[in-house]
């Protein structure tokens, strides 16, 4: 006799198939937990980054200086489109599931415009940004800084109620 599901209750049943059943469903959250998590450290990954490009700006105007190889530039879009699809995972289970489900879309699209800009592109626009002055570069930190910190809170533990 195996188990009914009546809405999120367990019908009564043997009590192997109830504890598999119980099982997969714990294993599905466990997943989602997982890449929930990624998505938190991402998102302090992206502040503590958002941080140190705020207060030393002149570090990433000399950082930009350097040649970028192709490797690195299909490293970057691989990188891009694995937090992107990240982030779309995460959402279901986030505080903030449509800012995620967007920010995702965003980083998928960005990863896959990459290596179209190709490496000339990317070191023009990275010379772009570096003659732009400290101001630009501030911004763009005190940028990441808020969206990281807005994905931490939407992936954050969430309080339980007493």
């Known amino acids: 006799m195996r188990p009914r599901v009546c809405g999120n209750v367990l019908a009564p049943g043997p009590p192997a198939a109830r504890r598999r059943q119980l099982e997969a469903r714990f294993a599905r959250q466990r997943g989602l937990d997982t890449v929930r998590l990624l998505t938190l450290a991402v ?21 930009a200086r ?3 190889t192709p490797l690195e530039l299909y490293a970057s879009a691989i990188t891009r489109v694995g937090i992107g699809f990240c982030f779309i995972l995460a959402a279901h289970t986030s505080r903030m599931p449509r800012l995620l489900r967007v920010l995702g879309i965003i980083a998928v699209i960005a990863g896959a415009a990459t290596p179209l800009l190709g490496v000339n592109g990317a070191q023009a626009i990275a010379t772009w940004v570096s003659q732009q002055g400290l101001g630009l570069v501030r911004v763009f930190g005190l940028l990441a800084l808020a969206i990281g910190a807005t994905i931490v809170y939407a992936c954050g533990p969430q309080r339980r109620a007493a």
Request: hydrophobic share 55%; net charge positive; glycine share 12%.
């Open 43 to 63: 998102g302090l990954l992206i502040t503590a980054a958002g941080m140190v490009v705020t207060l030393l700006p002149s570090g990433v105007t000399r950082f």
């Open 66 to 68: 350097h040649s970028i």
